[in-house]
């Protein structure tokens, strides 16, 4: 029992330290870039909301929720985020590509989680 604790935190320290990255890529990038266009507010908007989703899922937010309220609103969701991340990376490909990258794999990561996590509630 003590072990599933630790291995709970020893992950969601990984992930906290994986996001980390991805938004402090996406602030150096920019940064880096100052000659180049900044990316528009709604784009910064977009990555704070899947940060925001990723942070409320690991730390078990959906639990604190009516769970007929959770099974309703948790997918929809992420899909709407990952969607709206994916318009947002191809727009700041065009615009600020240092951005772009760390928006994308952001994007992917919670596309496939997604996935996985629809599979096995349908198990």
């Known amino acids: 029992m003590v072990i599933i604790g630790f291995s709970i935190i020893f992950l969601m320290i990984l992930a906290m330290i994986a996001i980390l990255t991805l938004i ?3 602030f150096l990038a920019v940064r880096k870039n100052k000659e180049g266009n900044p990316p528009r ?3 910064y908007g977009i990555l704070g909301l899947l940060v925001f989703h990723w942070l409320f899922f690991l ?3 959906y639990s604190l929720l ?3 309220f959770a099974d309703v609103v948790f997918m929809p969701v992420w899909l709407v985020l990952c969607v709206a991340g994916l318009f947002t990376a191809i727009y700041e490909c065009k615009n600020n590509i240092g951005f772009a990258i760390p928006v994308a794999g952001l994007t992917t ?3 496939l989680f997604s996935i996985f996590i629809n599979g096995i509630s349908k198990m």
């Open 24 to 26: 402090i890529t996406a």
């Open 41 to 43: 507010k709604i784009s």
């Open 59 to 61: 730390t078990s937010g």
């Open 66 to 68: 009516p769970t007929n």
């Open 109 to 111: 990561i919670s596309l």
